[in-house]
């Protein structure tokens, strides 16, 4: 069964860069939109990206506009997640998920096959 593996996490200094990739060995991930979700202590998954199968929509939650930027090479069968200008509000594991298409709501009831998550901590 498909699953996908996140990596590239990691602590970094606020204002710091950090790139998340995502990955799913033995499967094809072109034929999926895949989102980028986090999860901070105390919370709710949210939503933070999601890319088209093409790699030619993106979408992002308000709070990362501007700072992270989702890609994907289909070629490596991966997608990235590269956030700069971290804040500490940032800090949470983050998912990335599998789905039909992206919408712009990222619900967290639209996509499947979850990874385990990579930590991302954000601090002086």
């Known amino acids: 069964q498909l699953q996908v593996v996140e990596s590239g996490g990691g602590l970094v200094q606020p204002g710091g860069s950090l790139r998340l990739s995502c990955a799913a060995p033995g499967f094809f991930l072109a034929y999926y939109a895949i989102g980028w979700f986090r999860q901070a202590p105390g919370k709710e998954r949210e939503g933070v990206s999601c890319i088209s199968s093409s790699g030619e929509s993106t979408y992002y939650v308000d709070s990362v506009k501007g700072r992270f930027t989702i890609s994907r090479d289909n070629a490596k069968n991966t997608v990235y997640l590269q956030m700069n200008s971290l804040k500490s509000e940032d800090t949470a594991v983050y998912y990335c998920?599998?789905?039909?298409?992206?919408?712009?709501?990222?619900?967290?009831?639209?996509?499947?096959?979850w990874g385990q998550g990579t930590q991302v901590s954000v601090s002086s």
């Open positions: 998920a599998t789905t039909t298409y992206c919408e712009v709501e990222l619900s967290v009831s639209q996509y499947h096959h």
